[in-house]
């Protein structure tokens, strides 16, 4: 269920255009945030009536749309949004979750589905393993674990480069400072 029906954000929308600001519209329909108006009010005048629209269910976006549009955003120096207006996106903030998981984590971040495997089929693969499947089941995710330790680890070795450049350039500028002074 979504906290405001489209017909609420229609009505919101209609006084916004009308001439009533966003902050007396928050007080008026006790909304919290004057941000969501104008999301409302953007995503209206981009998309018509569908652009504030409530979705029955969430869309799944494939891993290259998902680089498409942070792609996008980067060469057009896009604000989330504008990007989000722009693919029809309801969230910015998916589009930052996004860009949060490709800067950590890579192309693969995005390929990520969101919740857990239905339990039926987990129950059903329990039943059916047998002591050889289950050793080889306990083998894979013991090397993804080897594998995310390392790329940590590799990580953590890029930080601690960084810091020791930077506190080099720090006792630089201050011996200069120091120099200067004298």
Known sequence: MTKYSTDFKMKVVS??????????????????????????????????????????????????????????????H????????YFKISSPSTIYQWDRRFESVGVDGL????????????????????????????????QKRLKDLEKENELLRIEIEYLKKLDTLVRQREQRERNKRK
Request: proline share 6%; glycine share 6%.
């Open 15 to 76: 006084d916004y255009l009308k001439g009533m600001g966003s902050p007396s519209l928050c007080r008026k329909y006790h909304i919290p945030s004057k941000k969501s108006i104008l999301n409302w009010v953007h995503g209206y005048q981009t998309n018509g009536i569908a652009g504030i629209k409530n979705l029955n269910q969430w869309p799944a976006y494939s891993c290259s749309f998902k680089l498409n549009v942070l792609k996008w955003m980067k060469e057009n």
């Open 78 to 85: 896009s604000t989330l949004e504008r990007a989000a207006l």
């Open 111 to 142: 390929k990520t589905k969101r919740g857990r495997p239905p339990m039926g089929k987990q129950e059903h693969i329990k039943r059916t393993t047998t002591k050889n499947d289950k050793l080889k089941k306990v083998a894979q995710p013991e």
